[in-house]
T-cell receptor, first 117, second 112 residues
Framework: EAQVTQNPRYLITVTGKKLTVTCSQNMNHEYMSWYRQDPGLGLRQIYYSMNVEVTDKGDVPEGYKVSRKEKRNFPLILESPSPNQTSLYFC????????????????FGPGTRLTVL | DQQVKQNSPSLSVQEGRISILNCDYT??????FLWYKKYPAEGPTFLIS?????DKNEDGRFTVFLNKSAKHLSLHIVPSQPGDSAVYFC???????????FGTGTRLQVFP
């Protein structure tokens, strides 16, 4: 089954304790992205990756890191979480328009609800 | 700068009637538009899309209309069903880019 998986689904942590949220896709997609969803703000892009070893900042990258060592995995790292990073996080993947695919609907993972105390 | 706007945070419709969700955009370089549906505790799922070279795309009960001159798109659901109750996001993509820019969402409630 084609899917994007995220772990953990729920996480409560304390300020400053490093954490990683994993994301994996089995569709051989080039493009992967992380979003956060906050009330009244919709989905905002944190970081994205066009392919292995190619990552770039989205609209709200402060306080986050990512890596793309393998095509299927795109972990999100919070090295020193703060309460303003309490949010619902989604990972997504798609084929890439820059590779010639026009219809690049993104497939989303189930989400990770993070609370930073 | 909110390039994709959904000005109605919520919409309530009776079962069997039409639901119309609206979305406005500001960037004329957008050439591909999508609608996503999101249930609580799940990720958004792709619903329907439209290319800027078309003005209508239909898939079963769902139809998306695009008015390029007004920079406006709408999603029509006919007939509405209780299972359609969810948050709907519109999104847009610029030519030759992969980034999707999302609106803030509209919560649709379909009541019996």
């Amino acid at each position: 089954e084609a899917q994007v998986t995220q772990n953990p689904r729920y996480l409560i942590t304390v300020t400053g304790k490093k954490l990683t949220v994993t994301c994996s896709q089995n569709m051989n997609h080039e493009y992967m992205s992380w979003y956060r969803q906050d009330p009244g703000l919709g989905l905002r892009q944190i970081y994205y990756s066009m392919n292995v070893e190619v990552t770039d900042k989205g609209d709200v990258p402060e306080g986050y890191k990512v890596s793309r060592k393998e095509k299927r995995n795109f972990p999100l790292i919070l090295e020193s979480p703060s309460p303003n990073q309490t949010s619902l996080y989604f990972c997504a993947s798609s084929l890439s328009r820059t590779s010639g695919f026009y219809y690049n609907e993104q497939f989303f993972g189930p989400g990770t609800r993070l609370t930073v105390l | 700068d909110q390039q994709v706007k959904q000005n109605s945070p919520s919409l309530s419709v009776q079962e069997g009637r039409i639901s119309i969700l609206n979305c406005d955009y500001t960037n004329s370089m957008f050439d591909y538009f999508l609608w996503y549906k999101k249930y609580p505790a799940e990720g958004p799922t792709f619903l329907i899309s439209i290319s800027s070279i078309k003005d209508k795309n239909e898939d079963g009960r769902f139809t998306v209309f695009l008015n390029k001159s007004a920079k406006h798109l709408s999603l029509h659901i006919v007939p509405s069903q209780p299972g359609d109750s969810a948050v709907y996001f519109c999104a847009a993509s610029r030519i030759n880019t992969d980034k999707l820019i999302f609106g803030t969402g509209t919560r649709l409630q379909v009541f019996p």
